[in-house]
């Protein structure tokens, strides 16, 4: 039992070095969707504090994201976020895109669909309440 748990940890251990792709190639930060919309502090807050860390390159990883093989899961979903949507290439976005998202974000927002709940289980900031999903809201509702 003992030798099963010693070599369990040095498998863990080992797997350490295997590690998912998190660098983020040059972008521009004038196509920045903050720097773009110019959101009054409070939204910008929210934004950042809820979305960037899926939908942007500024994505901060916590230590426990750093951890394999929790970082292959949340690197996933911080790829398929910047897919979806890429604030940090806003500009470079065609309008009918930038307005889709924007519509489907309200929407999203709405229904407590994004942030996703895998995420607001250890972000509290991202929890939103009815105030912020307002603030949010009014926010995307003016870029559709
Ligand atoms: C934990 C990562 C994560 C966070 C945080 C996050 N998203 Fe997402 N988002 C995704 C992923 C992954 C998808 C694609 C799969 C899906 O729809 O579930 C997505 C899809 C979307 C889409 C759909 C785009 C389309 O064209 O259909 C919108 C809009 C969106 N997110 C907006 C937001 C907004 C606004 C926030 C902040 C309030 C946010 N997301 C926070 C990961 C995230």
New binding site residues.
Partial sequence: MKRLLLILLLLLGLAQFIRPDTSVPDYDPAQDLIAMTKPMPAVEQ??RA??????SYETQYPWYDRITPVNWW?Q??????R???NFSRWGELPEK?RR??????????AEG????T???WT?AE?R?DAGQKKL?MDF?NGLR
Avoid at 50 to 55: L, M
């Fill in positions: 929210l934004l809820a979305c960037y860390d899926c939908h949340v996933g979903h911080v790829d398929h976020g897919e979806e949507g895109k889709h998202f924007a519509e489907e974000a309200v929407e999203l927002i669909e994004m942030p996703l895998e995420y607001t972000h991202a939103l949010l995307f």
